[in-house]
């Protein structure tokens, strides 16, 4: 186990050299000069441009920027805002709880969801049940996430208005954050109706970024439950005299979630690539409308250093989900 | 009475391209600490009708049966609750793959007792001890040591060894073994055959052994019963079955023997191949591959007494001669 930890740390350390090496050059393969980027539509004068040039260290050869870079990344030093002025990385880590909780919370509906309807179709194979969950689960992979958003912005919010629009808390509210993720901060603040608020802004962009990951997730245990049932061991268990519950949710299931964790795990970079359309749509304050608004400013030091954060993110989530995987897969642990 | 008494079992898989019967018509009986061999080839309906036994055929088989008592039990009319009391209790069962029977997911001490959590009141430390015992009393060194052992890091005689612990922990009465030693090396192979007799002595239990192989069934069985093509063609104790065959598919089966095969200098095999879903001959099934078969064997094969091993065939043999050309003679 610890050498397959190994393994996977020092698989890291490549991936991360590669993606910090194409947010470096993002910002110089742009067309144009980095520094009339950087600086945005406002422009400089002819001192300043090379003030800044001597400040950015673009003077320098392109390799020895790339280590500065690199120095001032392990130092911890993402870059700077050029429309907050506030280090790239302080603004990340105030941003990134919403974009988590919302995360977590998808994440957690979709497996809620997909895991028992995957098992279910796939013990009542063929069954209308099953043929209905497939198709479902087909639909819900292929909805276009704009769309859907905005459907059910129309339904829920406009014609029922059971949910608010956008935002994580109604306005009513205010407390200083104490954990970042607002259903523990409502809670928290004792004020009365707060934790109501902040749930019904949760619903609808969880239900929207959870939509296509719980398909992925249904399907995925669907074959895997499937492939899972004809195998020996099963029939074993069920010459146990064991009830079929058991057979099915222990024995069977037990085995089908080794491919479902990986499965789990990769969807978490797509649910990130999914919370810049959600939050873009429910005026989420979330590093996906973050790096959104960012693009729209031209904020390019932001995309460069939220990239890199970004990544960092997701590669940690992988990590985690070898660690589970080596968990739960027994060839793995020794 | 016997232990198990099984009457007129039929089963039909339901498949893509229609039904398939792929049990028909057979009778099984085995006594209290008796040694049953199912002998027959590869596609005869021997695994199928004993999963049926135990209901582990999959939702597209459909089992039909005139009689089917364990123990006194009607096994017919029992729920689904009550029979799973029984399976794995009373009657257990080890498979041809015991690599592949034991769940990766789960350590041996897991698995032995789970058996022991679902059928006794065993509490975690008493199943514990058992286990132990199990494992040794199937011969696997340093058993304290292997509790923690999962299925992967086992071989194969091991594997089989664990899934006999398990399939013996409650004691059955009986144990059934689809072709427990056909994946495993021959050495393994006898130490495991022997392990499963001295099982049977040891815990007065009976035992249906599945098999292929005319060697493994002259050294494990009291009672033989030859099975061809989801039909039982013979039933005969081991000793006379050997010695004067009546069927000529058993008769096949035994000069298939390497032993019985040296004094002509070469081991003949039965040409062709049991026939399967689409080319059931309309008669005698094995009619195709008889070097007896004359030409009422199209229309069918009809069931002889018990004298002549109730073989089903026209022209049972009697010293290796068809009982009809004696008469001629
Ligand atoms: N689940 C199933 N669906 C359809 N046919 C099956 C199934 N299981 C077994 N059969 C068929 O039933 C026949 C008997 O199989 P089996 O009992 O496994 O033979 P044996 O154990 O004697 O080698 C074979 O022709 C096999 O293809
Ligand atoms: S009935 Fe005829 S074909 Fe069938 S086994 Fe007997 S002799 Fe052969
Ligand atoms: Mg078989």
């Known amino acids: ?334 | 009475m016997s232990l198990l008494e099984i009457r007129n079992l039929s089963v039909t898989f339901d498949t893509a391209s229609g039904p398939f019967r792929a049990v028909d018509g057979v009778d099984v009986s085995v006594d209290a600490r008796e040694i049953l061999s199912i002998v027959g080839e590869s596609g005869s309906g021997k695994s199928v009708s004993m999963l049926a036994l135990m209901g582990l055929l999959p939702d597209t088989a459909t089992v039909t049966a005139d009689v089917m008592r364990f123990d006194g039990q009607d096994l017919k009319t029992m729920s689904k609750r009550a029979k799973r009391s029984i399976i794995g209790r009373e009657v257990a069962m080890i498979f041809q793959e015991p690599m592949s029977s034991l769940n990766p997911c789960f350590t041996v001490e897991f698995q032995i007792s789970e058996m022991l959590r679902k059928h006794t009141d065993l509490d975690r430390s008493a199943r514990r001890k058992r286990a132990i015992e199990l494992m040794e009393a199937v011969g696997i060194p340093s058993p304290e040591k292997r509790l923690g052992t999962f299925p992967h890091q086992l071989s194969g005689g091991m594997s089989q060894r664990v899934m006999i612990a398990m399939a013996t922990s409650c004691r059955p009465k009986l144990l059934i073994a689809d072709e427990p030693t056909t994946a495993l090396d021959v050495t393994i192979q006898a130490q495991i055959l022997d392990l499963l007799k001295e099982l049977c002595a040891d815990n007065n239990m009976a035992l249906v052994l599945i098999t292929h192989d005319m060697g493994v069934v002259a050294q494990m069985a009291d009672r033989v019963q030859v099975q061809y093509a989801g039909q039982k063609v013979e039933e005969q104790n081991v000793n006379p079955l050997f010695a004067d065959p009546h069927h000529p598919y058993t008769a096949a089966l035994l000069s298939a023997l390497p032993e019985r095969a040296t004094a002509r200098g070469h081991l003949p095999s039965i040409r062709g191949v049991v026939p399967g879903q689409f080319d059931r001959p309309p008669g005698c099934l094995f009619e195709p591959r008889c070097s007896f078969a004359v030409a009422s064997c199209r229309r069918g094969a009809k069931r002889q007494g018990a004298d002549l091993g109730h073989a089903l065939c026209n022209r049972p043999l009697i010293n290796g001669v068809p009982a009809d050309e004696k008469v001629e003679a």
């Open chain 1, 1 to 334: 186990m610890l050498r397959f930890l190994l393994q996977k740390l020092g698989l890291l350390i490549p991936t991360f050299i590669g993606v910090s090496i194409i947010a470096f050059a993002f910002i110089r393969l742009l067309p144009g000069d980095p520094i009339t980027l950087l600086a945005g539509e406002r422009g400089v004068s002819a001192e300043r441009y090379e003030q800044l040039q001597a400040t950015y260290g673009f003077d320098k050869p392109i390799v020895v920027q790339y280590f500065d870079y690199l120095g001032n990344i392990l130092q911890g030093d993402f870059g700077t805002s050029i429309v907050t002025k506030r280090p790239v990385l302080e603004e990340f880590m105030t941003l990134f709880p919403a974009t988590l909780e919302l995360s977590i919370c998808a994440i957690i509906l979709a497996t809620a969801i997909g895991i028992p309807a995957g098992i279910f179709a796939a013990v009542r194979r063929g069954s209308f049940f099953d043929q209905s969950i497939m198709g479902v689960a087909l639909v819900g992979y292929s909805m276009p996430i704009f769309w859907w958003g905005l459907l059910l912005i129309i339904l829920f919010s406009g014609i029922l208005q059971w949910t608010p629009v956008s935002g994580r808390i109604s306005l009513l509210y205010f407390f200083q954050p104490v954990t970042g993720f607002m259903l523990i901060d409502s809670l928290l603040s004792g004020q009365a109706g707060a934790f109501k608020s902040a749930v019904s802004h949760l619903i609808l962009p969880t239900v929207v970024l959870a939509t296509i990951p719980l398909a992925v997730i249904a399907r995925q245990t669907r074959s895997a439950m499937l492939e899972v049932l004809s195998e020996d061991y099963v029939r074993t268990a069920r010459s146990k005299g064991l009830a079929p519950m058991r057979v099915i949710g222990l024995h069977a299931l037990r085995n089908a979630l080794i491919p479902v964790v990986t499965t789990i795990g990769l969807q978490v970079g797509v649910l990130l690539a999914g919370a810049i359309l959600t939050e873009t749509i429910f005026s989420w304050p979330g590093i996906g409308k973050w790096m959104v608004d960012s693009v729209f400013k031209r904020d390019y030091s932001v995309v460069q250093g939220g990239l890199l954060l970004i990544a960092g993110m997701i590669m940690l989530v992988n990590l985690v989900v070898d660690l589970v995987y080596g968990l739960i897969n027994p060839r793995i642990r020794r």
